[in-house]
């Protein structure tokens, strides 16, 4: 597996604290609570909220798609539930990575009917190109326009999550 590095752990750690002091001064005075999309993102949830200047509570949920290719949420299940009540909280998904859109719009959709305060999406990163639903997460790490990714949770077949950089995979 040829890989080349996109953005080096200096470059992921700058941009982290920036995106923490973001949501810190958002939700200012507020206590907020972070749903991780595992596996994907529970290194950048750990990052980001160690910079938090705001408290924060941490869930986490998981979900999988089959037969991927289809324009449409409904071959999404989730495999692993919040645990705790969101109604009336100001939630805040943490993924890794937002593609066609479609895990997102369906966790959305979901968390919605729990009624929470407010809702809004923090993604490491924004992978523009593919996008099947037009939605956009509130704070994103790095955008890019297409390419897959590997490092820093993110995987290819398992491999690769605990790498400090993000790489670029190059077939
Ligand atoms: P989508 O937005 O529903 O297409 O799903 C995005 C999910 O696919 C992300 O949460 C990742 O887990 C995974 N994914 C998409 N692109 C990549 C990549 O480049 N590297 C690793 N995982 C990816
Ligand atoms: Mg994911």
Redesign the pocket.
Known sequence: MKRKILFSKETIDQRVRELADEISQEYEGREILMIG?LK?AFVFLADLIRSLSIPCEIDFTRLA?YGAGTVSTENIVVTKKIEMPIKGRDVVIV??????????TYLINQLKKERPRSLKVCAFID?KR?RKIPIEADFVGFTIED????GYG???NEKARFLPDVYIIEE
């Open positions: 999309v994907g798609s993924e890794d990575i937002v593609d066609t859109g479609l895990t997102l992978k593919k390419g897959f990714v590997v993110l995987d290819v």
